[in-house]
């Protein structure tokens, strides 16, 4: 066997973006979006996942920064992932998180320069909002907050050889 140093080892490791966004609902269970100045579709509240900061961080600080609220972190709802796209060139993993349930009467602090709006939406008409590649999320992160259970949400859904030591379920 030969030795590779630990910074050339890691310096030829694969890369991927990582973001991490909230489900956020109100007492009648729509699901909270927000409208990206920047994008045709809505999107969950969060965003890309700064270098050296754990994903639920990320979720809180994109959270204050869109919404203009501190809200706790939950548990991690669902994992989705996708091999590169397009003019995406490395694979992008997702963390979704719940954040909890509002009175939907919050008034939030929009970033004028990043969204033009906020909105609670029935989950049939959040998943329309969001693009196709992204829909699955609501369903996925609704079902894993009921089941207090992560779910993972692969490009490719073709089931892995089965790991006995999982403790994440499959869509």
Same mark, same amino acid.
Request: aromatic share 10%; hydrophobic share 40%.
């Given at each position: 066997?030969?030795? #590779?140093?630990?910074? $050339? ?8 973006? !990582? ?14 979006? $927000? ?27 994109? $959270? ?12 991690? &709802? ?23 349930? &509002? ?6 602090? &929009?970033?004028?320069?990043?969204? #033009? ?6 989950? #049939?008409? !959040?998943?329309?909002? &969001? ?8 369903? !996925? ?31």
């Amino acid at each position: 066997m030969t030795w #590779t140093e630990p910074s $050339v080892w890691y310096a030829n490791l694969p890369t991927f973006h !990582a973001s991490a966004g909230a489900l956020i609902t109100d007492p009648a269970g729509d699901v909270l979006l $927000v409208k990206p100045r920047y994008r045709d579709y809505w999107a969950f509240p969060g965003g890309g996942i700064e270098s050296n900061e754990y994903p639920h961080h990320a979720c809180a600080r994109e $959270v204050h920064e869109e919404l203009g609220l501190t809200l706790p972190v939950g548990d991690l &709802l669902v994992v989705d992932w996708a091999p590169p796209d397009g003019p995406r060139l490395r694979s992008l993993i997702h963390f979704t998180f719940v954040c909890g349930t &509002l009175t939907g009467t919050e008034r939030f602090d &929009l970033p004028e320069d990043e969204l #033009t709006e906020a909105g609670f939406f029935p989950p #049939t008409e !959040a998943e329309k909002r &969001l693009p196709a590649a992204v829909a699955h999320r609501i369903s !996925a992160a609704l079902h894993a907050r009921s089941r207090r259970r992560p779910i993972y949400l692969p490009a490719d859904p073709t089931p892995a050889a089965p790991n006995p030591a999982t403790t994440i379920e499959r869509a």
